[in-house]
């Protein structure tokens, strides 16, 4: 590989390790044109596929990745996740048993990176299908991220974000508790669920949890507006009416 063709793998990794996708995949397909050896680049250009929603080709540089090197667990995953995505759940299973090297029929026995690798994608498909006014799709795709991950604190907040815009308080509540249970000191879900406690119109229960909020994050500035707007709320209310 002549020393242009090497700068340009080198920026066309810089550009997709900032999820700068459009800058990242001509440079990446330049070096393929080239070489076909290098596995991360089928699998870089495999993930740009996939976020794409160009299932087919994401598939096929996943299994050509694998091919050049058959111990490649990012692209295993990769694939299993794609496989999955096109309905070919058997080939997924085979899949997760190679990385187990075991014999599974389940997620159950995934470790704790996979685990992760597999959750934090169905997220970033979740907010690629937000990003395009999709809540309901992305809402799927955060809930089996949360299936992967019950104690990832991040996640059940944006699952309940998703699940208030589309006005399902009672499950945005669940998650948004559920989050807090994973992590207490995570101050987006407690500011999260006083909102949603206040469209509830459970108003002591709202101003309770920003002012948990305060005890973690003296200085967050969301909780104290929320608790300026409670109180500006509370003394209209209890205002004499005006004289006629």
């Known amino acids: 590989m002549d020393e ?21 995949e001509p440079m990446l397909r330049e070096v393929l044109e080239h070489s076909d050896r290098f596995a991360d680049v089928h699998d870089m250009l495999g993930v740009i596929a996939h ?22 667990t990012e692209a295993a995953l990769n694939l299993a996740v794609t496989y999955n995505d096109r309905g ?19 997620l159950q026995g995934l470790d704790p990176f996979a685990r992760g690798k597999l959750a934090n994608m169905h997220a ?20 089996k991220a949360v299936n992967l991950c019950p104690q990832f604190a991040d996640l059940r907040t944006k699952l309940g974000t998703l699940l ?54 003296p200085d967050n500035s969301s909780a104290k507006m929320y608790l300026r707007m409670l109180a500006t709320q509370r003394g209209k209310a209890s205002m004499p009416p005006a004289p006629p």
Do not use: C
């Open 164 to 217: 208030r815009q589309v006005n399902e308080l009672a499950p945005a509540r669940d998650q948004y508790e559920a989050a807090i249970a994973a992590r207490p000191t995570y101050v987006p879900a407690r500011i999260l669920l006083g909102v949603t406690l206040l469209a509830m119109g459970e108003l002591d229960a709202a101003e309770n949890q920003w002012k948990l909020a305060l005890e973690t994050e």
């Open 124 to 143: 970033d498909i979740a907010q690629a299908y937000a990003d395009a006014g999709l809540p309901r799709e992305a809402i799927g795709e955060y809930e």
């Open 88 to 106: 070919k759940y058997e080939a997924a299973r085979e899949v997760y048993a190679r990385i187990k090297g075991r014999p599974s029929g389940s």
């Open 51 to 72: 976020a794409r929603g160009n299932f087919i080709a994401a598939e096929r540089h996943f299994e050509r990745a694998l091919a050049i090197n058959p111990s490649y």
């Open 4 to 24: 242009r063709l090497k700068q340009t793998l080198v920026l066309g990794r810089e550009h997709y390790s900032k999820r700068e996708f459009d800058q990242a």
